[in-house]
């Protein structure tokens, strides 16, 4: 381990391994320091990614995949049962654990280097750079870095220590609880989503299949709700009633930041990236996507920013622009649609799902929909029939 990087990443996440991938390989010093003691372990995630978003960067490797997808069932509140083949567009289950671990192997073969069990404590701004504190298997160390990338998730802190506004409204938050359980009863092709304020406030439970009996059985409410009841609360009735002969064999609780993106997640000598710059597309609460790609961007201008020696906040804009262009501009619009849809109610919600029973099998689509879902609110439209432009 060297005290002096060009570029240290705190957080070996999809975002994390990303950006060194791609900074390492434009020939710049990189190493990422993880706190855990294994890449992807543990997993807190519901593991779906679809077939598109995970193409535009790699051809996925058959132990990435625990499941493929090719159709979807959202259930109403009122147990309405829309299912919904994915016509184009299939998705997987990953296996993020491996999937995780292989994006940091990729980012070391470009040349960056990586560090597991290193905590990072503070950072302190020097004239030109920044000294990151760390601890490394009970070691107090101190790495110099001209640039920081803040890859630290939901929770994360290097933000915050650089003085950029990272809160989250209560409600824009999501409280998450998932088990993996085995044992049950499920089709390994379909992904089930129950909406609803007696299944899921503000949010969603679903139910993303492993292949073996087994599935990601878990819910996010929003923030707003979860002091009413618990989402674990919520989900464990859920179990019981749907599927009681599951055994569990992973629990994990975490925040999603469904909010809209967040407005400036640079400054001098740092960028965000992923979950810590809230890049997670706001309805479905999938943030996988997001963090590849603005890893892969803030990699590429990092590396940039060093060959040229501006890594001034004012250089740093263009990882934005590139960010704004590939996804911020839908994910803002997917916000209004999420702001919408959350104000149904149950009632609605059932009226909707009766509607679209009576649209023809073949024809349901998921753009049909949500394009039936904004009759009860036209002035939604122009905002779906955007969504669905930039998907
Ligand atoms: P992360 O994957 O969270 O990685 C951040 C890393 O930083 C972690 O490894 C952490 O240990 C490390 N770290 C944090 N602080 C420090 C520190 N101080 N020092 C060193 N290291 C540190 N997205 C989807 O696309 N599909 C889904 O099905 C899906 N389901 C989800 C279900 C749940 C319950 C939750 C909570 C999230 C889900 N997401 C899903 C969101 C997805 O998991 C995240 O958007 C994605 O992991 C973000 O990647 P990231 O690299 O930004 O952050």
Redesign the pocket.
Known sequence: MKTKYDLVI???????SMAAMHAAKNGISVCI????RDIGYPV??????GETAIGQFFQPKETWIAARINKCAIIAPNGTRLNIPFNKEKGYVLNRRIFDYDLSLMASSEGAEVYTK???TSIEKQQNSYNIN?DYLGTPKIINAKIIIG?????S?VGRWAGLRTQVKMKDMES?V?YSVGNITVDSNAMDMYVGHNYAPGGYLWV?PKGDGCANI?I?VSGKYSKQKSAKKYLDEFIDKNYPSATIHTT?C???PCSQPMKHPISNNIML????AHF?NPLT???????MKS?MFAGQVAAEAIKKNDTTEKFLEKYITLCKKDFINRHNKIYKVKETIQKFTDEEMNQIADKITQIPADKITLGKVFATAVFKKPSMIIDVMKMFAGF
């Open positions: 705190v957080g070996g996440g999809p975002g994390g320091l993880e706190k855990t807190r995630c519901g593991e779906a990614m290193s905590y990072v760390f890859a630290d998730g939901v929770e802190r998450c998932q993303f878990g996010g994990m975490g925040g999603v990236v992923g979950d810590a997670v609460g999938g943030g996988i996507a997001g963090a890893g």
